[in-house]
């Protein structure tokens, strides 16, 4: 049972345009999501967070909406460069009032390819 | 900066052998969770600790065991290995009751043959 979902496996830009990056879930219990870049052979790197109680946040050229009565969330980067290029994961969390976030569920990842 | 750090990072057993692996955690993080990438999955969670003491069990198989120490770093102790235990193994740490998330070690690229 995958609760967190991403449907697209892959995802070509060009340098410069904005690329959209799309997760969705199931379980209404996660309160935290999380995006992860991956480079093959590395550990995923933590690129942006929010809370279940807002629904943008915005980091430098990287930004996450979360869309809770659609159980969607979306990452844009915008300008999109090479080297953005990677796997990336979004994952969620069931923190509960609690303060660890560091326990999972991972979508299936999303493969950014930006061209030159 | 430190970050986690997680030996050997690549470990190559036999069916039925043992394998540890360790993971250090970032300075100051009290807990620590292990994670688990077969070839083209997502990481899926195995088992995580604060303050050397489990704090949560994901899909970890019986056959393997794991624990945090008193300097925090963590090993994760394999048996009876299978086919299908080669995966990609991550150790991640976050400091517990403090609004960070969890930082990921490079891995452990396990092979079992």
């Known amino acids: 049972d995958q609760q967190v979902k991403q449907n697209s496996p892959s995802l070509s830009v060009q340098e410069g345009r904005i690329s959209i990056l799309n997760c969705d879930y199931t379980n209404s219990m996660f309160d935290y999501f999380l995006w992860y870049k991956k480079y093959p052979a590395e550990g995923p790197t933590f690129l942006i967070s929010i809370s279940s109680i807002k629904d943008k946040n915005e980091d430098g050229r990287f930004t996450v909406f979360l869309n809770k009565s659609a159980k969607h969330l979306s990452l844009h980067i915008v300008p999109s460069q090479p080297g953005d290029s990677a796997v990336y994961f979004c994952?969620?969390?069931?923190?509960?009032?609690?303060?660890?976030?560091?326990?999972?569920?991972f979508g299936q990842g999303t493969i950014l390819t930006v061209h030159p | 900066a430190a970050g986690v750090i997680q030996s050997p990072r690549h470990l190559i057993k036999e069916k039925r052998e043992t394998a540890t692996l360790k993971c250090y955690p970032i300075?100051?993080?009290?807990?620590v969770y292990w994670y688990q990438q077969g070839p083209g999955q997502d990481p899926q969670f195995l088992i995580s600790?604060?303050?050397?003491?489990?704090?949560d069990k994901g899909s970890i198989p019986d056959r393997f065991s794991a624990q945090q120490f008193s300097d925090y770093h963590s090993e994760l102790n394999m048996s009876s290995l299978e086919l299908g235990d080669s995966a990609l193994y991550f150790c991640?740490?976050?400091?517990?009751?403090?609004?960070?998330?969890?930082?990921f070690g490079q891995g452990t690229r396990l092979t079992v043959v």
């Open positions: 994952a969620a969390s069931l923190n509960a009032g609690g303060t660890s976030y560091g326990k999972l569920t």
């Open positions: 300075p100051r993080h009290d807990t």
């Open positions: 991640a740490s976050s400091l517990e009751g403090g609004d960070t998330e969890a930082f």
């Open positions: 600790f604060y303050e050397k003491m489990q704090s």
